[in-house]
Each structure stands twice: as C-alpha cells, then as structure tokens.
C-alpha cells in the first residue's frame, strides 16, 4: 500500500481514536467531567473557543471520581491485584511438559488482513506482535524450534524455515512488513488445508527426530483473520493426518469462530467440548490478542494419553547430551593453540545451504568469530543448540536447559498478609522500599472498606519475608527466585 | 593492531547510543571465611574493600543521579550494607553526630579513612558500608561454625541485588513520566498500560528496555569452591539476562569459576580472574569502570574460551558430556544405578539405557541416525 493514501485515509479515525485511547484507562470506571470538549471532532473547546486557543487542560486532573466512590487509586490497584492473580493462576506443583517444542506458526495473508480494526491495520499488527511473540518464545523455551507459514491467495508460503534462532525470524518477520510493493503483501484468499499440509511436512523435520520422538511436542498455531479458507481438497482428510502424526493446533481468530477451526482444535487436542476450548480464542482487542499469543510461549502440559503412555512402559527416555566449550578462535592468542590469521570452518555449514547464498554467507562469516567445540570429537559448530554433525551428540549450553528450570520448579506463591495495627517488618526484604504503617483502631472501619485496604506486603510462606507487590510480581514473572529462601 | 581491530568488536558496534543517564552500581562482596583464608597471603578483606569503596566513589562522581548499592554476601546469609534502611541518611551530615557515630561503633583503624572532610555522598556509602561490614565481621567470628562454613550465597545475593535494581529501574520510569511533557507523558501512559498487560501475561522484556536508569551488578569474590546453588544461580543470570543488567565479576583466588564465567557471558559483562589483588583498584578502574551503554564502543578483557559446564545434580562436578532426563531435565553425569532419576524419580527407558551403556554401539546409532534421518523427511510429499 502507497504510503500516501494511509495516511489519507487513516487520518480522521485515528484522530479519533487518539481521543479514545487518550481517556481508555480511566473511562472504564470513571466519568470524565467534560467529554465534549475532549472530543477532537468537536473544533469548539469548553470555552466557545477553538480548541487550539483553549487552555492547556491535563486531563488526568479533572478526571472525577464516578458514583462507586472508586478513586483512581483504587482502580490502579485493582489493576496491579489482576496481574497478581494472573500469576496466582501459575501451577506451583511441577508436572511434565513437553519441554523441547517444535512450533509452526501459521499467518493469515489474505486480504481480508488489511482491515483496519486494529492499528494500522490487521497484518502489520499482527506482525509487530509476532515479533515479541519469537522474542518470548525463544526465551521461554530455548530448546525449542519454530517456523513459519504464510497464507496467502490461495496459497501457502514458507516465511521461515523450521529454526531455533530467534533473529533468524525476527529479520524475515521484518521483511514481510518492510518494503512497500513487496511480494507479500495480504492478497486473496486464505487455504488452510495448504497451510497445514505444508506445516505437517515442516514438522516431520525437526532436530529431536533421531534422538526421541515422543519427547517433542509438535505444534501449529494459526492466527486466522478471515472467515472462510478456500482449499483444494477434503480438509477434513487432512484434520485425520494431523490427528495421526499427534500435531495440536492452537487457533486465534481475529473476527469471529469459524466451524472448521472448531474442528481441528478440537480433533487435534483430543477434547469434545465444543465451547470454552482453551485452544481456540477470538481476540476481543489488541491486549486481548497479546494476551492470547502470549499463552502459546507456556510449554504445553503433557496429555493424559502421553501420561498413560509413560506410565504404561514405566519408563521416561535418558538423552545423552553434550555441553560444548565456547571458543574464540582470533582472540585465543594469549590461551594459545591457534594463530591469530587461522581461519576455522564450522562443520555445520557444508554445501547443503548455499541454496540461499547470502544466509549462508553470514552464518560463515559469524562461525569464524565463535564456535563452539563438541567436547566428544572436538569439530567446532557455530551455533547452539543442535546435533553435531559428525558424532550425532546432542549439543546444548547448560544455560539453555537452565532457562526452562523455574517450569519444572516452580516458585511458591507469596501470600498477602492480613491488615492489622502493626506488622513485625517495615522494609521490604528484596528492595528495601518502605512499607506503610499498620493502621490502629481498623474495627471502626466498616467491612466493606477493609477489604480495598491492604497492608502492602506479601510473605514467602517458606522463608517468611516480607515483600512489596512490585518485588512479589518481579520475582515471581522474571527472577523465579526468592530472595529470602536464597540466603536461608 | 590486528588483535584490536577484530571484528569481534565491530560485530556489536552501534548498539545503544551513550548518554548521560543515570546509572547503578551494586556491589556484592563475597565473604567466605574460607575463600578469604585462602588468599590472605596476597591481599585481606580490608584492602579489598578499601578498593571497591574508591570504585564506589568513583562511580558516584561521575552523575550526580548515580546509585550505589552494597549487597554482602556471607555464608550466614546476604544482606544490603547500602542503602542500609535502619538509618536515615539526613541525620549523618552533620558532623557532631558522624563523629559520635565512628566513635562509638567502633575505633579500629577501619574507619580511619573516612574524614570528616569527604564529600557528604562519598561519607555516608563509605561509613554505612564500613560499619556494616565489621558488624558482619564480629557476627561471622562469634557465629556457629556450622554456619559458617556453608556453601556459597551468592545466588541469594544476586536475587537481593537484581530485586533493588528492578525497584530503581521502574522508580526511575515513574519520574520520568511525571517530569516529561504532557504529549510524551501520556504516551508513555499508554506504553505503561499496555507493557504492565503485556507483562501480565508472562515476562516483557520490554517494560524494562523504557527505563532509562541503566544498571550492573559487580560481584568480587575468592570463593574457589565450585558447590553453588546452580539452578538458582542460573535463574538469577536469566533474571538479569531480560533485565538488560550486566553482571560483572572480579574472581579472587586461584582457580576460575566457571558458572560464574558463564553468568558474565550471558549478561554481557566482564569477567577477570584477578591473580595479583595488589593493584585492584587499577583494574577496577580500567576493566570495570566503563558502563554498560558505552561498552559496545570500547574493547573489553574478554576471556577467549568461556567453559559452558553444567553441574552434575547429583555429585555436583562439572560435566561435558552427560546424561540429561527428560522429565525434569535433571542433568547426571552417570546412569543412576538405580535406574531411576534422582529428583524426580521416573524410571528410565531400559533399553535405551543398555543402548548408552553398550560401547561399541556408538558407531552403530550414528549410521542408524544417518539412515532414519535420511528417510524421515523424504515420504508423504
């Protein structure tokens, strides 16, 4: 699209929708004391006089408190209790998930995606929110691959090969939206029965192939805009091979539920109900959707049929896995061993990827900078992880297993401790921020106003610290450590 | 000149623009009796201390916003000696009670270097950390000889220090937006809203990239002594990983550690085994100073071969090749007689165990893999 004509066209509805969003996190509860002159269709201001001779007005001073008696205060809170209980929805108990995924990621292209329901319009936003999804993806599940799968005109396109390293997509995500005349730009109409062929054919590739198959959870998750797909055969003949090659599928619609994408969740993840799938979601804004894609970085749980199969054979799989040394070959000169103009060649990169010349040229180009060494028969591969090439052992930093322990162990909850005159701490533990005073004579408050009190601290039940909610939130969503039981 | 034009430098070029935000510096200080004892003929805790606490001012001079933090960490337990929160820091300035203060607390030479004419910023960190140290000290000495000769803290410390950080980074953004003009404010309202969603749903690496406060975390310690808690240490390396916090070390002592070269590696940060501690100040000075956001920009000490062991879960060695279980992904660097994995207990595959155990069949798996790899992708076109 002509740069020019989106800005044309989207210039008065994005107007107005800056006046929405301007006041969207306070409308929810709270009335504004002068919408009309907020309105920036509406060119008088309050005064009678033009909106830009009008006074400076910072609108988060004149919000007013609605009939609820809920200030803006009380609102924050209760936004910063829902990001608490959305972690108190995380299992404490650990259980067995597929910890080494393959995930192809299906991308509607047609041309229903350049609708403008979401900024700019569906495909870009759809794009940008890809990229934080890789980002995400790859931290949360470092031994993990992910591919992706455009639909488009009928047609259905490899953006990105099956691969574990997130700037590999994150540079060709970006070539989907960079040029303008470029040659995927959303056209036609969509076929998921391709798209899913081609991610069936994808998946049956991955890197824990010859290792131990049922270790791998094989996934696609399609992020569907239109409502209809135009495939060439019997979708449902595909539905079966998925069911068979035990390949789940994770829809989010972007408009409404569409009856086939129904049935492939509910076929591929073994579930009957209809509704209420967790599976398949149908955004509600853009957080929701956000939210929705965010849910497909978590490491699926195993199945109940996986579960019977384990407990079956009474026997989980051993991998054998190597831990590579990190070398440098130009800077080694002090360690010494190698020469300063020694070029060193990964064994990874052979012929077999010239196909796409300029790639393959970078990655060599990086392997003679760092490699890693296979500490059984010392070839160097440049990148991690993978499976060696010349002795077949699986090589993976130590860090990337690392990253997926606060899945398998993880961290108890902090409980809130109850309001009362005096609490025994005044600092919290983790970030010495000083915590309020306990508040004397609370049995005249009535009952209702107790509960929107709170005394601001959360205790490990374990350690029996307490910490403050930005301290409870930060170590339960990043550090997955808790400072107090780590110095007992 | 070839070693320092290397392209390993280039590689990282233009990262981030430098400016003058503010940054913080913690501290975290090792104290093991043991590790200490160790070196003693090369330097003591005092010295050491003298040196950071030079670093430290060093680092306060350079913006007037800068932070310091001082995390100790001894095997009794971490604790902050700065910002330490049973003292108001407005009380010190005056120079009656300072006086008091150093005489009472004690009168060893400890303190004598603190004058009465410093800077009040330089005063107050060298006082609070000084005071808070010979309390640690005179604890440690009187302290159970059990407790003190425990394995390492250091992941506690880390938590302690990466927790603080993460309140000055958001404390940071929270100024910010209030001093911004109004247009760039209420966008960064609306960043705020929609980051604090995003991070409601699992981890945002984003909310922190906003913050302008850039922080890192330097951890000196003579700890040879490789039992460490490994899966804490490892998520504290990831926490500051997605925190953007570069985590540095100067190791003391005789050997290289190599977890925490990994925990460098990983962050981005320095790692210098330091064998002659004499002169610390002056490798502090030139290998340490430099901030994160200029680092890009500079040639750092790198240390070529970075080992990425892992800890063997159950004898707690280093491991190269090992065997990992695929449940709890417990690493092992020998098939438990048993049979069965030692944390979470699952039995393991028998044949596939007989498969590892047998030798010679490594050259067999190899051509089994060639040929089941080869078939794999070639049916169902």
Same mark, same amino acid.
């Given at each position: ?7 044309? +066209? ?19 509860? $709270? ?11 509406? *060119? ?42 959305? $972690?108190? @929805? ?18 509607? +292209? ?61 540079? @060709? ?13 959303? *056209? ?55 069911? @068979?090659?035990? $390949? *789940? ?7 409404? *539920? ?42 699926? /749980? ?14 989980? /799989? ?102 009362? +005159? ?61 400072? +107090?039981?780590?110095?007992? | 000149?070839? %070693? ?25 200080? %090792?104290?093991?009796? %043991? ?64 006086? %008091? ?128 808690? &490994? ?56 290998? &340490? ?33 090992? &065997? ?58």
């Amino acid at each position: 699209m002509e740069s020019d004509d989106e800005y044309k +066209g989207s210039s008065p509805s994005s107007r107005g929708s800056f006046s929405d969003s301007d006041g969207e996190g306070v409308r929810r509860g $709270i009335k504004t004391a002068n919408p009309a002159s907020r309105n920036a269709n509406d *060119k008088k201001g309050a005064n009678g006089a033009y909106a830009w001779e009008d006074e400076y007005q910072r609108t988060w001073d004149i919000v007013k408190d609605d009939d609820s008696g809920q200030t803006l205060e009380s609102l924050i809170q209760n936004m910063i209790e829902s990001r608490k209980k959305k $972690i108190m @929805k995380n299992p404490t108990a650990p259980y067995q998930r597929g910890i080494i995924r393959t995930l192809v990621v299906v991308i509607d +292209g047609s041309s229903i995606m350049l609708e403008k329901d979401l900024r700019p319009n569906r495909f870009s936003m759809m794009l940008s929110l890809l990229q934080e999804f890789v980002v995400e993806f790859f931290d949360q599940n470092p031994i993990s691959q992910l591919g992706i799968v455009l639909m488009r005109n009928g047609i259905s396109d490899v953006v990105s090969d099956v691969n574990g390293s997130p700037q590999f997509h994150l540079d @060709k995500i970006r070539q989907l939206r960079g040029k303008q005349h470029n040659r995927f730009e959303p *056209k036609g109409d969509p076929s998921l029965q391709n798209a899913l062929e081609l991610s069936r054919s994808l998946l049956r590739y991955n890197f824990g192939n010859n290792i131990n198959d049922t270790k791998n959870s094989k996934e696609i998750l399609i992020i569907f805009g239109a409502l209809f797909t135009s495939d060439p055969g019997d979708i449902h003949k595909t539905i079966s091979s998925l069911v @068979k090659d035990n $390949i *789940k599928v994770k829809v989010i619609g972007l408009s409404a *539920k569409v009856a086939i994408c129904q049935e492939i969740v509910n076929k591929t993840n073994h579930t009957s109900n209809n509704f209420n799938n967790p599976n398949y979601g149908v955004i509600m804004n853009e957080s929701h959707f956000k939210e929705l894609l965010m849910d497909c970085v978590v490491p699926l /749980p195993i199945t109940v049929e996986q579960q019977k199969e384990i407990e079956a054979s009474k026997s989980v /799989p051993l991998l054998k896995m190597g831990f590579p040394t990190k070398v440098q070959p130009t800077l080694s000169s002090s360690s010494g061993g190698h020469s300063l103009d020694f070029i060193q060649i990964c064994a990874c990169h052979s012929g077999s990827r010239t196909e796409n010349g300029s790639d393959a040229a970078a990655i060599q180009q990086s392997s003679s900078v760092i490699g890693y060494r296979c500490p059984q028969c010392s070839s160097k591969v440049c990148s991690l992880p993978t499976v060696c090439p010349i002795c077949g052992l699986m090589l993976i930093l130590s860090t990337h297993l690392a990253r997926s322990y606060h899945h398998l162990v993880p961290l108890v909850d902090y409980e809130e401790v109850p309001v009362k +005159g005096s609490y025994p701490s005044s600092f919290c533990y983790g970030c010495l921020l000083q915590f309020p005073e306990g508040i004397e004579n609370i049995h005249k408050d009535s009952k209702e106003k107790l509960e929107t009190m709170s005394s601001s601290r959360y205790r490990c039940k374990k350690c029996k610290n307490d910490f403050c909610i930005d301290c409870d939130v930060f170590v339960h969503e990043t550090l997955h450590n808790c400072p +107090g039981c780590e110095n007992q | 000149m070839d %070693e320092i034009s290397d392209n390993t430098f280039i590689e990282v070029h233009g990262s981030d623009v430098s400016n003058d935000d503010p940054s913080l510096l913690t501290i975290v200080l %090792e104290v093991s009796p %043991e590790g200490w004892f160790n070196i003693k003929d090369q330097t003591s805790i005092m010295d050491v201390v003298k040196s950071l606490l030079v670093f430290l001012n060093g680092h306060l001079s350079l913006n007037n916003s800068n932070q310091v933090a001082f995390v100790l960490s001894s095997p009794a337990g971490s604790k902050f000696l700065y910002p330490d929160t049973s003292k108001t820091y407005e009380e010190i300035p005056l120079n009656v009670t300072s006086e %008091e203060t150093v005489e009472n607390s004690n009168k060893s030479e400890e303190l004598s270097f603190v004058t009465k004419g410093m800077y009040r910023q330089f005063r107050v960190v060298d006082e609070t950390v000084l005071s808070g140290l010979s309390q640690t000290m005179s604890d440690i000495t009187h302290a159970q000889d059990d407790k003190v000769t425990g394995s390492s803290r250091l992941s506690g410390a880390l938590s302690l220090a990466l927790s603080y950080t993460n309140r000055m980074m958001k404390l940071d953004q929270s100024i910010s937006t209030t001093t911004a003009s109004a247009i760039s404010s209420a966008a960064n309202i609306s960043n705020k809203e929609s980051s604090t969603a995003g991070a409601s749903s699992g981890t945002n690496a984003n909310s922190y990239g906003t913050s302008r406060m850039k922080s890192r975390i330097l951890v000196v310690t003579p700890n040879d002594n490789e039992d460490i808690k &490994y899966i804490s240490l490892m998520k504290a390396i990831f926490g500051a990983q997605k925190m953007k916090v570069a985590i540095d070390i100067a190791k003391l002592g005789r050997k290289d550690s190599s977890y925490l070269q990994q925990a460098a590696d990983a962050t981005n940060g320095v790692y210098l085994h330091i064998e002659k501690p004499l002169g610390l100040i002056q490798v502090l000075c030139t290998a &340490y100073f430099i901030e994160p956001s200029i680092r890009p920009l500079m040639i750092l000490p790198t240390n070529s071969n970075v080992n990425y062991k892992a800890s063997c879960f159950i004898t707690g060695k280093s491991v190269e090749i090992g &065997y990992v279980c695929s449940v709890c992904l417990c690493i092992m660097s020998e098939i438990p007689d048993r049979m069965s994995c030692p944390t979470c207990n699952s039995h393991f595959d028998e044949k596939l165990i007989a498969k590892l155990k047998r030798k010679p069949v490594v050259k067999k798996r190899k051509l089994d893999n060639g040929s089941s790899e080869s078939s794999t992708p070639a049916p169902e076109a």
